[in-house]
Nanobody
Framework: QVQLVESGGGLVQAGGSLRLSCAASGIAFSINAMGWYRQAPGKQRELVATITSGGSTNYAESVKGRFTISRDNAKITVYLQMNSLKPEDTAVYYC??????????????WGQGTQVTVSS
């Protein structure tokens, strides 16, 4: 199976920046869209940003203009550059990938999450 490992989370003051990374490894027929989600305590997981294998991006309205998603297809790694961070960005951030398995079954892979805490 494909495994996703996030890194780069931490504590930052409001207005600061962080860069999250998510590296994929394992066996798959293909890895298509990748993205970032986040989940604050007691709340549902929400989409932050997605990126296709061709580089097309999509962002939640709340992060547009502040966050940038990118990917390195050679390394099968997706990044999330977060600027102008706000306290409401505090959450556990999860990497996601749409996987096409060798048997052509499609499923979602998730990382273990990385904590982002923004102080006011």
């Amino acid at each position: 199976q494909v495994q996703l490992v996030e890194s780069g989370g931490g504590l930052v003051q409001a207005g600061g920046s962080l860069r999250l990374s998510c590296a994929a490894s394992g066996i798959a027929f293909s890895i298509n869209a990748m993205g970032w989600y986040r989940q604050a305590p007691g709340k549902q997981r929400e989409l932050v940003a997605t990126i296709t294998s061709g580089g097309s991006t999509n962002y939640a309205e709340s992060v547009k203009g502040r966050f940038t998603i990118s990917r390195d297809n050679a390394k099968i790694t997706v990044y999330l550059q977060m600027n102008s961070l706000k306290p409401e960005d505090t959450a556990v951030y999860y990497c996601n990938a749409v996987i096409i398995a060798v048997n052509r079954y499609e499923y979602d892979a998730w990382g273990q999450g990385t904590q982002v805490t923004v102080s006011s």
